[in-house]
């Protein structure tokens, strides 16, 4: 049973790297990084669509970084300040080697960091987890120093990886909503229908597409904070699966305000 469950371990593991090699496009000291907009690309883009970007621009290979490219980098990470444009606003000046978590894990994921249950996680607390899956190597990259601080020695709180998780969610949003409504303000609803199917496995959409044509009439629209309302709770489906049950099994009824 334990091979097995190692077996799917490393299988889970070698899906998630090779879809990071795909995307890395920096190497330090025969180690391969993502730049934020390396790990941005990664959330919204499929192989596929990644040669649309080797054309875009030009030359996508990994380039070599040396040291003071690296010190410099990291130095743009501590004057950063948080918000849902911190990705973007740092574009390719930093490294990093993170995969972000469902919304519906933020304090199981908070919780293993923790290992000592202070409802704080230091940077040896971050690497005990982390070495399951990545061996340290010495380098800082951007989350360890926006988490830690240059030296290390800052302690991260629930409530700032939080609020890290969520605005990294709403600037990954934003970019959808950019890519899908072509750039406008409002997303038509043949627009959004193209970004639900983007994310099915289903290879044949015409029946999709047909029910989209015959049920949403010419002129709706929808705004970005209603693309963020949906995407919330999509987040949450976990959760409010769970409370539809509670409902169900005390047989009372779900009233809008609820």
């Known amino acids: 049973k334990e091979d ?3 077996a799917e371990r490393d299988e889970r593991l070698s899906l998630r790297k090779h879809r990071f090699m795909h995307f890395a496009s920096l190497e330090y000291e025969g180690d391969y990084y993502m730049t934020p907009r390396d790990f941005l690309f990664s959330v919204m883009f499929d192989q ?4 649309l970007l080797l054309l875009q621009n030009c030359l996508y290979i990994p380039l070599f970084v040396s040291l003071k490219e690296v010190d410099a980098a990291l130095l743009c990470v501590a ?5 849902p444009t911190f990705f973007r606003e740092l574009g390719d000046k930093v490294l990093s080697q993170f995969v972000a978590e469902p919304q519906t894990g933020f304090h199981i994921a908070f919780k293993m960091l923790d290992t ?11 690497f005990k987890v982390r070495e399951a899956e990545l061996e340290s190597c010495g380098v800082n990259t951007m989350l ?5 601080g240059k030296e290390g020695k800052e302690k991260l709180r629930y409530s700032e990886f939080f609020r890290f998780m969520e605005n990294l969610q709403t600037e990954v949003q934003e970019m959808e909503f950019i890519k899908f409504s072509k750039g406008l303000n409002v997303m038509r609803k043949e ?3 193209e970004w639900l199917l983007y994310f099915t496995d289903e290879e044949n959409n015409e029946i999709y597409w047909q029910n989209v044509n015959d049920r949403i009439e010419a002129g709706e629209n ?5 693309f963020k309302t949906f995407c919330k709770f999509t987040n949450n489906l976990e959760d409010f699966s769970i409370a539809m049950q509670m409902f ?3 047989n009372r009824p779900v009233k809008r305000g609820k």
């Open 4 to 6: 097995v469950v190692n």
């Open 48 to 51: 596929v669509e990644r040669k």
């Open 79 to 83: 004057k950063a300040k948080p918000g």
């Open 116 to 126: 000592d249950g202070n409802e704080q996680v230091e940077k040896k607390e971050f």
């Open 144 to 148: 360890l120093v926006h988490f830690f």
């Open 191 to 193: 627009d959004f229908a």
């Open 222 to 226: 929808i705004s970005l904070e209603e």
């Open 248 to 250: 169900t099994v005390a």
